[in-house]
């Protein structure tokens, strides 16, 4: 069985762009969560989405938004982007809310 | 408020047992997890306790939780120089994992 695949594994941006980083849970999966993790603040929660409704959201600025698809693929996206926002983000599949939570091996963004 | 802690830092000799402590806030945590992170990886998930179980045993890896002193700890058998990682303990709470600061295990041969 496939694990957590999220894409793409790096990413370098500028300053004020946007980025779009995808995940796609494992098979039967239907919650799907994000994490960013840098060295000053360790892991943060940034939300969580079930049967494509966001449940939970984290202390995060609207610039972080995120969506599911019907076949639980989800997408987070962070606009005008800052250079704190380099980070490690992480993606992480269960069957559902108080179910084991598996791990993609991330997307490292670089924003210069 | 949510609150997970951890050491910093654990240095073993090759074989010798290790013990990664944690305490955590959320009494009402359904999981307690632990996960290993290697270098430029993701996480992964090496085991986790129901919150109404003391202790579980997963071949080198052992997990003791006091829900008391609301204290979990990690032990590794044998420890091998492949152990070397950072781990981190989380807890469930309102739906999400926080997550402790990671406990940086190095593993002298």
């Known amino acids: 069985k496939a694990g957590v695949t999220q894409t793409p594994r790096y990413l370098i941006k500028t300053r004020g762009q946007q980025v779009t980083l995808s995940c796609s849970p494992i098979s039967g999966h239907r919650s799907v969560s994000w994490y960013q993790q840098t060295p000053g603040q360790g892991l943060q929660f940034l939300f969580e989405?079930?049967?494509?409704?966001?449940?939970n959201k984290g202390n995060f600025p609207g610039r972080f938004s995120g969506r599911q698809f019907s076949n639980s693929r989800s997408e987070m996206n962070v606009s005008t982007l800052e250079l704190g926002d380099s980070a490690l983000y992480l993606c992480?599949?269960?069957?559902?809310?108080?179910?084991?939570?598996?791990f993609g091996a991330g997307t490292r963004l670089s924003v210069l | 408020g949510e609150d997970v802690e951890q050491s910093l830092f654990l240095s073993v000799r090759e074989g010798d047992s290790s013990v990664i402590n944690c305490t955590y806030t959320d009494s009402s945590s359904t999981y307690l997890y632990w996960y290993k992170q290697e270098p430029g990886a993701g996480l992964q998930l090496l085991t986790y306790?129901?919150?109404?179980?003391d202790m579980k045993q997963d071949q080198r890896l052992t997990v003791l939780l006091n829900k008391k002193d609301k204290h979990l700890s990690l032990r590794i058998a044998d420890t091998q120089t492949g152990d070397s990682a950072i781990y981190f303990c989380a807890e469930t709470s309102f739906q999400k994992l926080v997550f402790g600061t990671g406990t940086r295990l190095l593993v002298s041969p």
């Open positions: 989405y079930f049967s494509e409704t966001q449940r």
């Open positions: 992480a599949s269960s069957l559902g809310q108080k179910n084991i939570q598996y």
């Open positions: 306790i129901f919150s109404n179980m």
